[in-house]
Nanobody, 125 residues
Framework: QVQLVESGGGLVQAGGSLRLSCAAS????????IGWFRQTPGKERECVAA???????YYSDSVKGRSSISRDNAKNTVYLQMSGLKPEDTAVYSC???????????????????WGQGTQVTVSS
C-alpha cells in the first residue's frame, strides 16, 4: 500500500511558478503510475499531468508547455513544476497512484485508486 502527501501549494501571482511535490510511503514506489489532478467547485476533476512507472508522461492541453512532471524514485516523490500560472489554474491539486498501469499513463481518475488529501493552489490576477 502506498500513501500520498502533497505539498508546495500556495498563493502566487499570475505568471509565477510553483513546484508541487507528491511524497509517497512504501518500498514499491517505482512500480506506480502517478497522476496530478485538479478540481474546482462545480467542475469535473481534471488530470493535468501523469507519469508512469516507465517514465512516460501525459499533459493536458490546459498545461502543456507550461508544466513538467518528473519523478525521483530514490526519494519516493513526484514533482509537478508549473510556470506561467494563470488565474484559471486555481484549484485543489491532488496526486493519485495506480500500481503499474499502462506504459502511457492514464488521465482518467477512475484508473487511480490511491489519493492524497490535496493542496490548494491560488493564482491571483
Amino acid at each position: 500500500q502506498v500513501q500520498l502527501v502533497e505539498s508546495g501549494g500556495g498563493l502566487v501571482q499570475a505568471g509565477g511558478s510553483l513546484r508541487l511535490s507528491c511524497a509517497a510511503s512504501g518500498d514499491t514506489f517505482s512500480r506506480y503510475t502517478i497522476g496530478w489532478f485538479r478540481q474546482t467547485p462545480g467542475k469535473e476533476r481534471e488530470c493535468v499531468a501523469a507519469i508512469s512507472w516507465s517514465g512516460s508522461t501525459y499533459y493536458s492541453d490546459s498545461v502543456k508547455g507550461r508544466s513538467s512532471i518528473s519523478r525521483d524514485n530514490a526519494k519516493n516523490t513526484v514533482y509537478l513544476q508549473m510556470s506561467g500560472l494563470k488565474p484559471e489554474d486555481t484549484a485543489v491539486y491532488s496526486c493519485a497512484a495506480t500500481y503499474f498501469g499502462n506504459v502511457v499513463p492514464s488521465s482518467r481518475p477512475s484508473e487511480y485508486d490511491k489519493w492524497g488529501q490535496g493542496t490548494q493552489v491560488t493564482v491571483s490576477s
